[in-house]
Every structure is written in C-alpha cells, then in structure tokens.
C-alpha cells in the first residue's frame, strides 16, 4: 500500500495538466535552446568578427579610391597599403605606434574609443605617395553613420571618402554609402580654410553652396541626413585639427 500509495503521489506530480508542469517544461526548454544559441554563437563568433574586420578593411581602402576587390584582394592589398594604424590622445600626441598591415592599434578601436579621446589614424602609402585615413562617427535621419575620409600629405586635401550607415532610407539618405558619384565629390575639397576657424569642408543644399572648394552638395530628398553628415565632418575631424595644423 506504501509503494501504491507512492506511485500515485508521483503520477500526481508529474501531471501534464497542471499548471506547475507547464512552467517546469517551459524552463527547460528555455534553458536548452539559450544554451544552444550560446554555443552557435560562440562557435561562429570568430568567422563572423573576421567579416566585420574584413568590412572594416574595404572601407578604409574604399576612401583611399581602391574599390570592388576581391576578399583575397582586398586582405592583401590592406597589409601593402597601411604602413600603421596609430592612436592619438585628445591632444593628437601619438599615444600608441601602429605598424605595417595595422590591424592591433588604432583598427582596434570603435565610436565608443573615439568618444572617449582615443583616436585612429591610418598612415597610408599608396603609389609612392603618404596619405592619412580620419575616421568619423555621427548620427543620420533613424541611427548611426559613419565614413572614412583620406586625405594627403598636405593634411587639408581630400584624397578620397568613404560613408557608411546602419538605417538610413533607401534611395535618400541611403545614397550617402551606395552612390559612389556622391562620394567622389568630396575629392580634392579641402578640410580647413583660411579665415575659417576649426573644419571647414562641410555638406550644404546645392542652392546653398558658396565656396565649392570646401562645401559639397547635400542628398536631393535627405537634408537631415546630409545635415548629419556635415556636423559628422565638422566634430569628427575637429578632433585631429592639431594634427591637420601640423605642416
């Protein structure tokens, strides 16, 4: 009767319908998949890390006007192209020297470094002659944009730009990463202009546009994301004007 009697407690227990079943079942369902999700992440977390660096790469190598390679080209020319990735500090002091292919210093960073005063600069050698790639970070009509603008020896001409955003509308402000033509106007503009204090290349509506040797036309159709990338050029590069003031 003792072993009956625990029998029954246990189908009592153990009941499908009641409600502290349900949540027991669903608990560990819960648990299974987020331990499985956790080890597919993890599994795949350095392919996809290796991704975003090689993203990364084409970026930086598309402001310096070398476009549609390859992921093998574009590996390779990286590592030729980039003699050091640095880190300045708030005062543009080299805080930290990067080296041939850099991928450990300043490629490191993010736009939580870069708000926090540490820098990226990329020393770049193409064709025989140095250029330098400016990162910069700001915010466009629905989230966050950036780009990478190269610039050559002289410190204040444009080499080449290069812009990139997570949510902007398609076939408006979406146009700042996806229409080339847009990108090569800031070719050859200059950043700073004398009688103009702090950043001086900026993005204006065609009508608006005075002096075409720092102000490019904005995005037909997408004025507060072209206003955004204005303001993005006049901060992010306000941060290395020590550096682009150094001759």
Known sequence: ??????????????????????????????????????????????????????????????ALNLRDLTNEDATKLYKE??????????????????????????????????????????????????????????????????????????????????FNHESETAGLGSEIKDNKSWQDQFVGKHITKQGVEGIALAVKKKSEVKDPTVECDAVTGATLTSDGVSLMLKEGLGKYIKFLNEK
Do not use: H
Request: hydrophobic share 40%; proline share 2%.
């Open 1 to 62: 009767m003792k072993g009956n009697r625990t029998m029954a407690e246990t189908k009592k227990t153990l009941n499908k319908n009641s409600n502290v079943y349900t949540i027991i079942y669903s608990a560990v369902i819960v648990i299974i998949v987020a331990f499985l999700l956790a080890f597919v992440s993890s599994y795949l977390k350095p392919a996809q890390d290796e991704n975003v660096a090689l993203d990364k790469k084409k970026q930086i190598l598309a």
């Open 81 to 162: 192209v980039i003699v050091s990735d640095d880190i300045l500090d708030e005062s543009n002091t080299v805080a930290e020297k990067g080296a041939q292919g850099g991928e450990n210093c300043g490629f490191k960073l993010n736009s939580a470094d870069y708000k926090a005063g540490k820098l990226a600069l990329y020393v770049c050698n193409v064709e025989g002659k140095t250029k330098y790639v400016i990162p910069v970070y700001g915010m466009g009509l629905w989230g966050p944009i950036s780009g990478y603008i190269a610039i050559d020896d002289d410190k204040n001409t444009v080499y080449g730009a290069y």
